[in-house]
């Protein structure tokens, strides 16, 4: 899909034809324009050719059934990935990459072992949304969240997954309040951020409660250290009155001991400061904490009265952790 030659080869036609056009992709969901009424043949046939609507996929669907992931083939042979969460009340979570790769090299993360090929287009990000939302309207389902977790730094790619996010707000309809935004913490990102209209929530991966344990798993915490991190974040809660998620994965005996648990405490104990435990998802190098070790960290934050919620991972039969799938399919 090429949003720029749609307009292009709609130029000088009435306002209401790109309307249609839009309404095709995002409200009809068509996989071709063959599938779009109210378009003559003609246009049809230009418009499959200059923007084209298929989208090259491959499905994994985990066993659980709770957990299907597509691995999508761009237009220059890179390969991305994108997962769909099937929540047991109903809702259905997109996680969207937002580059090919990611230059920020994580120790525990998939994606952060390609080393970063390029940024993703803002098509590329509303592909992954529309492949799911075709997917669903089969059943007369929609995406109801959308989360920008999956490969990548979305603010290494900010201008692009604003505008993403745009189409996803205004043309697919999806509420600013269901869309959720992942940094390991690219302070530039989250001051840009707290300036937006749009009231789409922030996330911060956190993962360690100290600049010693962090700068080891996360290098970017070199560059940006937690004082500064957690002082943008702040800034950032006064100017938007938001709460922000910090996600914590929990990685055996690597960052999950009760005393990591009390610093981490100390750091979060703060209004409108949220903490998202999450299973691990194992990969070569570390491998998750058991269940009783993530409750036991969790009361201790309970007690020193910090907002804690709890992910359990989905789909691990799949890899369905950030980057494991296309690093395994050798990600040209
Ligand atoms: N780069 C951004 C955006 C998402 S990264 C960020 O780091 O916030 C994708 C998310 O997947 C991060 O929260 C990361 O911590 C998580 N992740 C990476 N490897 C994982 C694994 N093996 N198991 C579970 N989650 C993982
Ligand atoms: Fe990049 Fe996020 Fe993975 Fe770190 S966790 S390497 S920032 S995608």
Redesign the pocket.
């Known amino acids: 899909m090429n949003l720029e030659k749609l307009y292009k080869t709609l130029e000088g036609q009435p306002k209401y034809r790109i309307q249609q056009a839009k309404d095709g992709i995002f409200k009809r969901l068509a996989g071709n324009w063959d599938e779009v009424s109210n378009i003559s043949k003609d246009l049809k046939e230009k418009l499959n050719k200059e923007c084209p609507l298929e989208i090259d996929a491959m499905i994994f669907a985990s066993r659980d059934a709770k957990t299907t992931k597509v691995l999508i083939t761009l237009s220059d042979g890179l390969q991305i990935e994108s997962v769909m969460l099937a929540h047991k009340d109903g809702r259905h979570t997109v996680c969207v990459s937002t ?1 090919v790769g ?5 120790t ?6 390609m080393g970063l090929k390029r940024n993703l287009e803002v098509e590329e990000m509303l592909e992954q949304v529309l492949f799911f939302s075709r997917m669903l309207h089969e059943e007369d389902k929609r995406v109801s969240n959308v989360v920008f ?5 979305p603010f290494l790619n900010y201008d692009h997954t604003l505008k993403a996010i745009g189409y996803i707000n205004e043309d697919l309809g999806i509420g600013a309040r269901h869309i959720s935004v ?3 913490g690219v302070i530039k990102g989250i001051e840009r951020l707290s300036n937006e209209k749009m009231q789409i929530n922030l996330a911060v ?1 956190l993962h360690a409660p100290n600049d010693k344990l962090r700068s080891e798993l ?1 290098p ?1 915490n070199k560059k940006f250290p937690l004082r500064d991190l957690l002082k943008s974040v702040d800034k950032y809660i006064v100017k938007t009155g938001r709460r922000v998620m910090f996600e914590y994965l929990m990685i055996k005996g690597v960052n999950d001991s009760p005393a990591q648990a009390s610093q981490l405490a100390g750091l979060m104990k703060k209004p409108l400061y949220m903490v998202n435990l999450i299973a691990y998802n194992p990969t070569d190098v570390f491998k998750p904490t058991d269940k009783k070790a993530i409750e036991d960290f969790k009361t201790i934050l309970e007690q020193e009265g910090v907002g804690v919620t709890q992910r359990y991972s989905f789909g691990a039969d799949i890899d369905a952790a ?2 494991q799938l296309a690093n395994k399919n050798n990600c040209k």
């Open positions: 580059q990611c230059p920020l090299a994580c525990f993360c998939a994606t952060g072992k977790m999956g490969m990548g730094e992942s940094t390991s991966s996360m970017i950030c980057g």
